[in-house]
């Protein structure tokens, strides 16, 4: 009998991204479908479906993992609040398995990518971790004791929300100041009117102002990052999302800050290292959330 496998799903608001995945990891098989536009959930779960029978046509998944832009409920059936797509309580996994008649699971997608860097990328080697996306916005995840931490009502670890200037820029999450405000994508153009990658390759062909960014970018990070290893003192600090290609360019100084604002004893052997897996983590995490979800029922 050949192995079993199950599907990982990734829902963006542009994307979606599904692929079959063995008990080890290994996809077997991926698709990419564009997400209907506007992203109604009927529209978008029947988009899901059909994806997922282009990568299944023997109909041979054993259970579902999908990860969507925002809260979910902790019993990862409800997506809470997707701003992205317009969603509010949307009863995902109840309409995924009564469609596909296999059983699913969802969860949020920063801690679905967290969850695929423990299982396969830059985290594997680590029991306790934190991730953080910077991108758009500043997502994350918390990896404690080997498994996620979603705390009693499923939507912890919203680790770029932490507050770093009290008076700060407004966010969408109602908080001022907060991390995702100084070091996100919409944080840079904000301040500098420019993108990511074109301070990236202003720094990288000797631009002085570019390069001064940068290093003061790695600072203000290593500020947010102090208050989270105080409160987890994980083994590791990984980063990644799209501004994570330049991390050679802010790491030096994020990292002097942190062993300047944090106490020994509290980074003890503490790694930052920048995430593996590129754009297919969330996909990888949900492949795992549906094999960890399989084997709880049984």
């Known amino acids: 009998m050949s192995e079993p496998y199950v599907i990982g799903v990734d829902l963006g608001g542009t994307a979606i991204k599904m692929g079959r995945f063995s008990p080890k990891g290994d996809c077997l098989n991926a698709v990419t479908w564009p997400t209907p536009q506007p992203p109604y959930p009927e529209a978008v779960l029947k988009a899901v479906v059909q994806g997922i029978q282009e990568l299944d046509p023997d109909d041979r998944a054993i259970a579902i993992g999908m990860g969507v832009p925002g809260p979910v409920d902790a019993a990862g059936r409800v997506a809470r609040r997707a701003i992205n797509l317009g969603w ?24 679905c990518a967290g969850l695929g860097e423990a299982w396969l990328g830059a985290g594997r080697q680590f029991q306790n971790l934190i991730l953080l996306t910077l991108g758009t916005g500043v997502g994350g995840a918390i990896i404690l004791n080997g498994e996620l931490f979603v705390g009693h009502d499923g939507t912890a670890g919203e680790l770029g929300l932490i507050t770093l200037d009290y008076n700060g820029a407004p966010c969408n999450s109602g908080n001022r100041g907060s991390l995702e405000q100084h070091v996100s994508a919409q944080a840079i153009r904000r301040r500098l009117g420019c993108e990511p990658h074109e301070l990236d390759q202003r720094a990288r062909q000797g631009d002085t102002e570019a390069i001064a960014f940068w290093q003061q970018y790695g600072r203000e990070l290593a500020a947010g990052i102090a208050s989270l290893v105080y409160v987890l003192t994980p083994e590791a600090v990984i980063i990644g999302g799209g501004i994570s290609a330049g991390s050679d360019l802010f790491f030096p100084s994020m990292i002097a800050e942190l062993e300047e604002r944090v106490l020994p004893t509290s980074r003890s052997n503490l790694q930052c290292l920048r995430a593996t897996l590129g754009n297919q983590a969330g996909m990888v995490g949900a492949a795992k959330l549906a094999w960890q979800f399989v084997k709880k029922q049984f």
Do not use: Q
């Open 88 to 111: 509010y309580d949307v009863h995902v996994s109840d309409t995924l398995e009564h469609l596909t008649a296999k059983p699913t699971i969802i969860g949020n997608d920063a801690n």
